[in-house]
């Protein structure tokens, strides 16, 4: 099959021009909602180059919008710099880059736990906030995982409650509440969710864009935050970067004593060995893995505060 072609009944049709027909579909919605039109989530990844590049084949209005981490790889917080000018002189577009009111080693002791693969507080605070009322443009992929693709439509609507995020492929008693919070929420469209990563370097080679040096790395594909719990390379991103290994270190310390404080069953000693025994549960999974999840699940509940 040809990159950037898929086949369907109806006979081969171009993702390029399917996503561009789609940017300029919905484009009168998105300058309904905002003058400034669409709010294109760019974290500096390929999938986020592509789909901001689409938009300028489109000819559709819109604005790029970074939630920087504090823990991004210094790699891709320098990529992110340049390409914000990079963005100004070739296009006139914006690239704004938000910082977080809390940083991850605030938010650790107050959630009372690391994140883990299950729990990722982490993004929906750091990564995910952003574009309320507007309409969205992600490089969601169904590529990237099979959760994705069993979850992830091309046009999505997000409404916000206290606990909860709505999608629209969720059952009927949610769409319920989320059509009754939809001035709140915000559109989503995935430009390139059926596109394989095969297609995201093709589009980028052929339009010579300039992506992030960090991909050139041999065996990085993702570029995610360093202590990452979806890294396949967690405890390698930790040895190569000694100050936010022990910052981390620090994070947890505080949990420790917060947890004390709030009178948690487990994780109450701040001393050294205790703080080395979370890290290294954290890390490299020791320490009956399964068995400490379970405990942390049944704390999901009560973890933190709300951030509002």
């Given at each position: 099959?040809?990159?950037?072609?898929?086949?369907?009944?109806?006979?081969?049709?171009?993702?390029?021009?399917?996503?561009?027909?789609?940017?300029?579909?919905?484009?009168?919605?998105?300058?309904?909602?905002?003058?400034?039109?669409?709010?294109?989530?760019?974290?500096?990844?390929?999938?986020?180059?592509?789909?901001?590049?689409?938009?300028?084949?489109?000819?559709?209005?819109?604005?790029?919008?970074?939630?920087?981490?504090?823990?991004?790889?210094?790699?891709?917080?320098?990529?992110?710099?340049?390409?914000?000018?990079?963005?100004?002189?070739?296009?006139?577009?914006?690239?704004?880059?938000?910082?977080?009111?809390?940083?991850?080693?605030?938010?650790?002791?107050?959630?009372?736990?690391?994140?883990?693969?299950?729990?990722?507080?982490?993004?929906?605070?750091?990564?995910?906030?952003?574009?309320?009322?507007?309409?969205?443009?992600?490089?969601?992929?169904?590529?990237?995982?099979?959760?994705?693709?069993?979850?992830?439509?091309?046009?999505?609507?997000?409404?916000?409650?206290?606990n909860k995020v709505?999608?629209?492929?969720?059952?009927?008693?949610?769409?319920?509440q989320f059509e009754?919070?939809?001035?709140?929420?915000?559109?989503?469209?995935?430009?390139?969710?059926?596109?394989?990563?095969?297609?995201?370097?093709?589009?980028?080679?052929?339009?010579?864009?300039?992506?992030?040096?960090?991909?050139?790395?041999?065996?990085?594909?993702?570029?995610?935050?360093?202590?990452?719990?979806?890294?396949?390379?967690?405890?390698?991103?930790?040895?190569?970067?000694?100050?936010?290994?022990?910052?981390?270190?620090?994070?947890?310390?505080?949990m420790i004593q917060?947890?004390?404080?709030?009178?948690?069953?487990?994780?109450?000693?701040?001393?050294?060995?205790?703080?080395?025994?979370?890290?290294?549960?954290?890390?490299?999974?020791?320490?009956?893995?399964?068995?400490?999840?379970?405990?942390?699940?049944?704390?999901?509940?009560?973890?933190?505060?709300?951030?509002?």
């Amino acid at each position: 099959m040809e990159l950037l072609v898929e086949e369907n009944l109806l006979g081969k049709i171009d993702k390029v021009q399917n996503a561009i027909k789609l940017l300029k579909a919905y484009e009168p919605i998105a300058l309904k909602n905002n003058p400034n039109g669409y709010y294109v989530s760019w974290s500096g990844g390929k999938d986020s180059l592509v789909i901001s590049y689409l938009c300028v084949l489109a000819g559709v209005k819109f604005e790029l919008h970074n939630n920087h981490t504090g823990i991004d790889k210094p790699a891709l917080t320098y990529y992110v710099r340049n390409m914000k000018r990079w963005w100004k002189e070739k296009f006139d577009i914006d690239l704004y880059i938000h910082y977080p009111k809390e940083t991850f080693f605030e938010l650790m002791p107050r959630k009372l736990m690391p994140p883990t693969r299950r729990t990722r507080y982490c993004c929906e605070v750091l990564k995910e906030h952003g574009g309320e009322g507007r309409i969205v443009i992600t490089g969601v992929r169904w590529a990237e995982s099979s959760k994705r693709k069993n979850n992830r439509q091309t046009l999505e609507a997000k409404a916000y409650t206290k606990n909860k995020v709505m999608l629209m492929n969720d059952n009927a008693e949610m769409r319920k509440q989320f059509e009754s919070c939809v001035k709140k929420g915000k559109h989503i469209i995935n430009p390139i969710v059926t596109w394989e990563d095969e297609d995201v370097w093709e589009f980028i080679h052929k339009y010579k864009l300039p992506y992030c040096s960090e991909y050139d790395i041999p065996g990085v594909d993702r570029l995610g935050c360093i202590g990452c719990p979806l890294s396949s390379n967690m405890a390698k991103e930790m040895e190569e970067n000694p100050k936010y290994r022990d910052n981390y270190k620090r994070a947890i310390k505080r949990m420790i004593q917060r947890r004390a404080e709030k009178g948690k069953d487990f994780w109450t000693t701040p001393d050294d060995e205790t703080v080395e025994e979370i890290y290294n549960w954290w890390v490299y999974g020791t320490i009956k893995t399964k068995q400490l999840e379970g405990q942390l699940e049944m704390e999901i509940d009560e973890i933190g505060e709300d951030l509002e």
